[in-house]
């Protein structure tokens, strides 16, 4: 095509043509808004539904486990055997049966009319009189600490030993992946069990046995992203014009690992909180009287026949803040994931 | 591929080794002795400290505790009278086992059934359907969801039996709760990979010959897309045991996870490392299978590796 116009201009002299100027080629330039990668992955996820109602239960649970037991004058601990076993009570819904938070418990026995008592129990109360609505969001608030400090360190000791065994390469990546080779073997529950056996059940020891193996998925996913990254052409450009190693981890490398690094947080920790709820429950948990979602589920399991409320609050709550950060992490992994964007 | 073997095999020792030194450790770590009788004489004391040798430096008492193992002798159990921990392990494992094969069996099943319908109906009702079932089956833990399947099914509708291990019916309930999770990491991963399969140039090759629609998702689609599952039996293995531990116990199997659990409970110290060292020998040997089984179904790692 282009051969054959040229052997038709070929006969027109040459003054006829004039030459463009470079301002007016436009079509070949391709415009769109700058955006941040904050930006970027904001826009990914907005469209996700799923994400964004897991984000949103997420707050939700957050403000409530921060604020849900300043909602009454209960303390966690405070036990009152006048009112022990009462099932969910709330104002203004007590007068749908069929939802079962009219106090009336599995025999169809008003308990709050039979021991007389005029105050509501939103969740009920437990074997020994303690608010369960106290209690649960006192329980959710260590839960959830103890799964965002094991994240947090996950994060720190993953990205640290990745970038460093990736960026150096050689003989330093070399003898560190032997180390990770052989840690990658030892099944986390394992290590979990004997540590918490030697330092005793507590938030500090359940938090750093989950630590001592969490670490290494991190740390194999931001070395895989790095090893990537750096044969990447804009590196060498950088590294070309002088940048130092430290500036070329902290502005190039470590930025664009941040999408895998932020998804793999977020599916830690609903595994930080099963693996919390699984220790209490083959009685590895915290000690009374303090309480995570684990030890609730589990004191409530033991229940389940007579008194069923506690196990169904507190199974829905855990199960509540897992669906929720399994979608997020879902929606993230779609937000910053270059081959889905539009 | 042998030097690759080897290799594997060779970290696999030295994982081992390590568990089994952590093990070893942790049990020196703890205070006290067997022997706390107060009215036990010194002199006594001495002996049967020299008989179980207890008396020699601790890195000698680990060589021992060592060659022992390796001849499978785990020791005995504080608590069951003195009973070797091999033999406890031995009559515990049947019923794990049946447990575990079951539930990964039933689970991989209706997990690849429903990854695969959920690929083909990409984008539809079902589809929708299978992702929620499967992100439920992920998030809920398994723990809750047997809980409420003994208390419903078993004791409000009174179905099954809640408890205890005579027969079938008894494993039911339990293979259904430890299977969930099994079905849906299954289907999860078949849907992602089933849909990039489809995508594949070689399905559209095989669309313009003019094959059957069934042809190409059996001979192409399944086929290829089952490979990369291999690689999640290893987590699969993992997740099962680990289930398996809080299933036995709230369903009272007579299993090693119950044993476990148990054996936490009572501080019954060597039982506690003899099952540890065999859960580790069982992981470290599940994922070296699996490693070495990839590297010989797959036609593209074995052309492309080489090793």
């Not at chain 2, 042998?2 to 970290?11: A, H, L, M, S, V």
Request: charged share 15%; glycine share 8%.
């Amino acid at each position: 095509m282009t051969a054959k116009i040229t052997e038709e201009t070929k006969h027109y002299p040459a003054d006829l043509f004039e030459l463009a100027s470079q301002a007016d080629i436009v079509s070949d330039i391709v415009h769109r808004p700058e955006q941040s990668f904050w930006q970027d992955a904001w826009r990914g996820l907005r469209k996700n539904k799923a994400a964004i109602v897991g984000l949103c239960i997420i707050i939700f649970v957050i403000l409530l486990a921060v604020f849900g037991p300043f909602m009454n004058n209960h303390g966690y601990d405070e036990q009152n055997i006048t009112r022990t076993n009462l099932p969910p009570k709330v104002p203004v819904l007590e007068h749908l049966p069929f939802l079962g938070l009219n106090g009336v418990d599995g025999r169809g026995v008003d308990q709050y009319e039979k021991k007389g008592i005029t105050e509501y129990f939103w969740f009920g109360t437990d074997e020994l009189g303690r608010d369960l609505w106290t209690r649960i969001w006192q329980g959710t608030r260590i839960s959830l600490y103890i799964a965002f400090l094991a994240a947090t360190i996950d994060l720190i000791i993953g990205v640290a030993y990745g970038a460093i065994s990736a960026f150096y390469g050689g003989r330093t990546d070399n003898v560190m992946q032997r180390v990770i080779e052989v840690l990658v073997g030892i099944t986390g529950l394992i290590v979990n069990i004997l540590l918490i056996l030697i330092l005793k059940p507590g938030i500090i020891s359940i938090t750093l046995a989950m630590v001592i193996v969490g670490w290494i998925s991190m740390a194999r996913i931001v070395r895989a992203q790095i090893l990537k990254l750096k044969s990447y052409e804009y590196v060498l450009a950088s590294r070309t014009l002088g940048a130092s190693n430290q500036r070329l981890i902290w502005k190039h490398l470590i930025p664009n690992t941040l999408g895998p690094i932020i998804v793999a947080t977020t599916f830690t920790i609903p595994g930080a909180i099963f693996t919390e709820a699984l220790l209490s429950f083959i009685g590895l948990g915290l000690q009374p009287p303090t309480a995570s979602l684990g030890t609730i589920v589990n004191d409530s399991y033991k229940l389940l026949r007579i008194y069923p409320h506690g196990m169904i609050v507190s199974s829905i709550i855990i199960s509540l803040i897992m669906i929720s950060f399994n979608l997020l992490g879902d929606g993230l992994r779609d937000a910053f994931d270059p081959k889905v964007r539009k | 591929m042998i030097r690759y073997i080897f290799t594997r095999i060779g970290y696999m020792m030295i994982t081992l080794f390590i568990i089994i030194l952590l093990s070893f450790l942790l049990m020196k770590a703890l205070p006290g002795s067997p022997f706390n009788d107060e009215r036990l004489p010194e002199t006594q004391k001495e002996l049967l400290y020299k008989k179980y040798g207890l008396d020699k430096p601790v890195p000698v008492q680990f060589g021992i505790y060592l060659s022992n193992l390796v001849q499978g002798d785990l020791g005995v159990s504080f608590v069951f009278d003195n009973r070797p921990v091999t033999k406890i392990i031995q009559e515990r494992i049947g019923a794990s086992a049946i447990l575990g094969f079951q539930a990964v069996f039933v689970g991989t099943i209706i997990g690849l059934l429903l990854g695969i319908v959920a690929a083909l109906k990409h984008n539809t009702i079902i589809d929708y359907g299978a992702t929620v079932l499967a992100v439920l089956g992920i998030s809920i833990p398994s723990f809750v969801f047997a809980g409420f399947l003994q208390y419903w099914v078993g004791v409000k509708l009174g179905w099954l039996p809640i408890a205890f291990w005579n027969g079938f019916e008894y494993s039911i309930l339990p293979t259904i709760a430890l299977a969930v999770g099994v079905v849906a990491t299954i289907a999860r991963f078949t849907r992602i990979e089933m849909l990039e399969v489809l995508n594949q140039e070689y399905i559209l090759t095989a669309q313009s010959k003019g094959l059957s629609n069934s042809y190409i998702i059996t001979k192409h689609g399944i086929r290829n897309a089952l490979i990369p599952i291999i690689t999640i039996i290893g987590p699969l293995t993992v997740n099962t045991i680990t289930g398996s531990l809080v299933i036995e116990k709230i369903f009272s199997i007579p299993g090693l996870g119950e044993q476990f659990v148990n054996s936490i409970i009572t501080n019954d110290y060597q039982l506690i490392m003899g099952t540890t060292i065999f859960y580790a020998v069982l992981f470290v040997s599940v994922i070296l299978i699996i490693d070495i089984l990839y590297g010989f179904i797959d036609p593209r790692i074995r052309v492309a590796g080489g090793e």
